[in-house]
T-cell receptor, first 114, second 114 residues
Framework: GAGVSQTPSNKVTEKGKYVELRCDPI?????LYWYRQSLGQGPEFLIY????????DSGLPNDRFFAVRPEGSVSTLKIQRTERGDSAVYLC????????????FGPGTRLTVL | GDSVTQMEGPVTLSEEAFLTINCTYT??????LFWYVQYPGEGLQLLLK?????DKGSNKGFEATYRKETTSFHLEKGSVQVSDSAVYFC?????????????FGKGTHLIIQP
């Protein structure tokens, strides 16, 4: 079956622009996670959805970052007024219920802010 | 806050050598512990996990035992193969209030030479 997919695979933007990153989870998975991975580092948790609601957004670094999951399936991570420090690989993961179940990761979107 | 510390890489071994990658953690509550692996050009995938003290996770010849007394979850394999070359991430999940975002270590790059 299809795994987690993320689009685009690569995104290059200029400082100050707005970007949207999309995640399609595995069908039927109710939990969805966003992580950010900087070069040479492990993934860093950003936000967790259970269904349509954000159950934990404590990892979002500031109010330029926002994520939605309006129908409980596809999610979009939105970054306003991008900065060079936002350059990283953004990973999405999904799991069947969230509570300590295996998270399946997508291939990531590599964001480069010039 | 919660954190994971794992040995710095790269770790270079010859084929059939014994492998240990150290991982220690700090967490409030009782975490579940995980090892994820990222093969070249692929996404993160779960290698093994343990959910309570003294549990042993195992997969593909790799093992790790949840040691609460030493707050450790070291990864071991008796005889490594070239195909084991990858980046290995130790991670934990505390699951407070239903939130299950993973906290990752920085990763250990393993290189197996024939």
């Amino acid at each position: 079956g299809a795994g987690v997919s993320q689009t685009p695979s690569n995104k290059v933007t200029e400082k100050g622009k707005y970007v949207e990153l999309r995640c399609d989870p595995i069908s039927g998975h109710t939990a969805l996670y966003w992580y950010r991975q900087s070069l040479g580092q492990g993934p860093e948790f950003l936000i967790y959805f259970q269904g349509t609601g954000a159950a934990d957004d404590s990892g979002l670094p500031n109010d330029r970052f926002f994520a939605v999951r309006p129908e409980g399936s596809v999610s979009t991570l939105k970054i306003q007024r991008t900065e060079r420090g936002d350059s990283a690989v953004y990973l999405c993961a999904s799991s069947s219920s969230g509570r300590r179940n295996e998270q399946f990761f997508g291939p990531g979107t590599r964001l480069t802010v010039l | 806050g919660d954190s994971v510390t794992q040995m710095e890489g790269p770790v270079t071994l010859s084929e059939e050598a014994f492998l240990t990658i150290n991982c220690t953690y700090t967490a409030t509550g009782y975490p579940s512990l995980f090892w994820y692996v990222q093969y070249p050009g692929e996404g993160l995938q779960l290698l093994l996990k343990a959910t309570k003290a003294d549990d042993k996770g195992s997969n593909k010849g790799f093992e790790a035992t949840y040691r609460k007394e030493t707050t450790s979850f070291h990864l071991e394999k008796g005889s490594v193969q070239v195909s084991d070359s990858a980046v290995y991430f130790c991670a934990l999940s505390v699951g407070r209030g239903g939130a299950d975002g993973l906290t990752f270590g920085k990763g250990t790059h393993l290189i197996i030479q024939p």
